[in-house]
């Protein structure tokens, strides 16, 4: 009786959940359209995050780096050569995955707090190639004129329908993790977050397995660096700086690491909030800080991790 209880509560939110997700473009204004946007390409780019943090237990803070990668390749190839959003989407998405290969094999090597300081190292020089490099990535001004995705006479300009495109590509992404996660790889991975020394013991190869991690991290955040290039049709370094690495690092951990849940719903509580916040004017980021930390404080496994809580104090008193 109870877990039928429970798949039906399952069922019940899931069908809701998705009716508000289809329909939220059509019943909010084109700011909340573009905030929506905005939350699906970091939710994206989050669920690649959590296959470091989260899933393999490394903390690492260059995430921000494959992101800008990503939505810089994409836009060079729009601009400068007219590439095609579906062609110049998959192209971010290895430029990215190489960049995460080429550096994760020395930097993975580290552990703690130097694995953090050389990924945050190798973010900051990434920043910094895209503001001086004027010639290629013309510096401090940024890309603009990126285009639009098309499908034959279908333009893609607008926000509501780019919604769809970002959805699209979350479901796909969200897919694919799960399938992951559930897999021998993602046992792997857990392995390696619960104790790396007892896993090299019992012969598991550590560091292909934290080097994946790497790759399939930096895939995911070229992908939403794309969707976030084409969604606002201009980018600079502004965006790929360390301020935002650390939200990006937030979203993950309120949320709740190691659940695609909980990095999907830390992305878009986190896009969301400070909009709601704003009318405190001076006061806002003060609160906003303070709830940051107090949740980090109370709930250490995220949303998620409380919502899991009480779920099962619910079914366990029925």
Request: net charge positive; glycine share 10%.
């Amino acid at each position: 009786m109870k877990d039928r209880m429970k798949s039906y509560s399952q069922a019940l939110w899931i069908s809701i959940g998705s009716m508000i997700i289809l329909l939220f473009p059509l019943i909010v204004s084109q700011y909340y359209q573009q905030l929506g946007c905005v939350a699906g390409v970091y939710a994206i780019l989050v669920l690649g995050y959590d296959f470091i943090l989260g899933r393999a237990g490394q903390f690492s803070l260059g995430h921000i780096a494959f992101f800008g990668i990503g939505a810089y390749t994409s836009a060079l190839l729009s601009v400068n050569w007219s590439v095609p959003f579906w062609l110049a989407l998959p192209a971010a998405a290895l430029a990215s995955s190489l960049f995460g290969l080429f550096i994760g094999v020395p930097v993975l090597r580290l552990r703690g707090p130097y694995l953090a300081i050389a990924t945050l190292g190798f973010a900051e020089i990434v920043r910094l190639i895209l503001s001086r490099w004027d010639r290629v990535t013309r510096g401090v001004d940024g890309i603009a004129g990126i285009k639009a995705p098309t499908i034959g006479p279908l333009i893609f300009d607008n926000t509501v329908s780019f919604y769809y495109i970002i959805l699209f590509f979350l479901v796909l992404m969200i897919f694919i993790a799960e399938r992951i996660h559930r897999g021998k790889y993602g046992r792997l991975l857990m392995a390696i977050r619960e104790n790396e020394l007892a896993a090299e013991v019992m012969g598991i190869d550590t560091s292909k397995g934290k080097i994946m991690a790497f790759v399939l991290s930096a895939l995911y955040a070229g992908v939403a660096g794309s969707l976030y290039a084409h969604l606002f049709s201009y980018i600079s370094p502004e965006t790929f700086d360390i301020e935002h690495a650390i939200v990006i690092l937030y979203m993950l951990i309120i949320g709740g690491s190691g659940s695609t849940a909980g990095a999907i719903l830390g992305a878009v509580l986190l896009t969301f909030l400070p909009e709601w916040l704003r009318f405190l004017k001076d006061y806002y980021l003060l609160l906003y800080g303070i709830g940051i930390i107090l949740m980090m404080i109370f709930m250490p496994y995220g949303i998620i991790g409380l919502i899991r809580q009480l779920r099962l104090q619910v079914f366990s008193n029925h």
